[in-house]
């Protein structure tokens, strides 16, 4: 019963955290969705860890543009305080030859979301997802151990104030501990500062999409724009030589009506004789 109960909060807390997403995507977001999504892992059942989301997409090279809009706009609905742009990236080679990449900066609740939902927009563009990988980094246990470091320091800085408050040193002792206690603010505001990146590493989760033009779909579906494709260039080859050999073929054909021409009107038919009628010889 308490397994049951815990299983429960687990599923209200990414429910409640996904929300938004969904808002920006659409509704009928989940429904895109096929048995193909890669399984992820949300900050709830890691807390402490700082994930890295990369997903590389396939899909029609003219729908690229398209799909990458929509992501950019579904970001952009959660607002700056939930999701940034950090990159966007599109080079076009040639109709089947683009390649794109978007980077975000998201709320940690709502990454998981945003990337299920990222796929789904993809594959409603008759998409596919290529890969998913979803890295991490315990943050939680560094910044326990820079708190840990830093009562350090502050304890033996402490120690090292206290023995120059006392009267009586020597210039030498001074110096000394004038050095070490240097030293230790110096390490204190490096640890700080180690301290705020991996803050800001828990507060915002990276995440990047990789689009690349292909085929998608089964083999039936691949093999008749193979084909599609095929007849294409082909004709594409029959237009090239044509247009090629055409202005030749016009110019022979003019200087043949120019020949013909000058034959009949200056030479009287001499040059190219018209065949005459057909006779039989005299019979003995």
Known sequence: ????????????????????????????????????????????????????????????????????????????????????????HYAQNGPDEIEAQLAFRLDPALARAFGREGIAVVARASGELRSADITGTDVGAEIEAGNRQGSDIGDELARIEQQLARPGLSARERTELQQQ???????????????????????????????????????????????AKMFERSLASMI?????????????????????????????????AAPGPKTNPPEA
């Open 181 to 227: 206690a240097q030293a230790l603010r110096q390490s204190a505001r490096t640890n700080q500062n180690q301290q705020t990146d991996r803050r800001a590493q828990l507060a915002t989760t990276p995440m990047v999409y990789d689009y690349q033009a292909g085929d998608t779909g089964g083999p039936i579906a691949r093999a008749m724009r193979d084909s």
């Open 1 to 88: 019963m308490v397994a049951a109960l815990l299983l429960v909060g687990c599923g209200g807390q990414e429910t409640s955290g996904s929300a938004p997403s969904q808002d920006a995507f659409g509704a009928d977001a989940d429904n895109q969705l096929t048995a193909t999504a890669p399984p992820e892992v949300g900050p709830t059942a890691a807390p402490g860890v700082a994930f890295n989301y990369r997903y590389a997409f396939r899909l029609p090279g003219l729908r690229i543009s398209a799909v990458q809009e929509q992501h950019a706009a579904a970001c952009e609905k959660l607002g700056v305080s939930r999701c940034r742009i950090t990159g966007m």
């Open 240 to 272: 090239v030589v044509i247009l090629t050999l055409l202005p030749w073929i016009v110019l022979a054909l003019l200087i043949w009506l120019l020949l013909r021409w000058i034959n009949r009107r200056f030479l009287g038919g001499a040059l190219i």
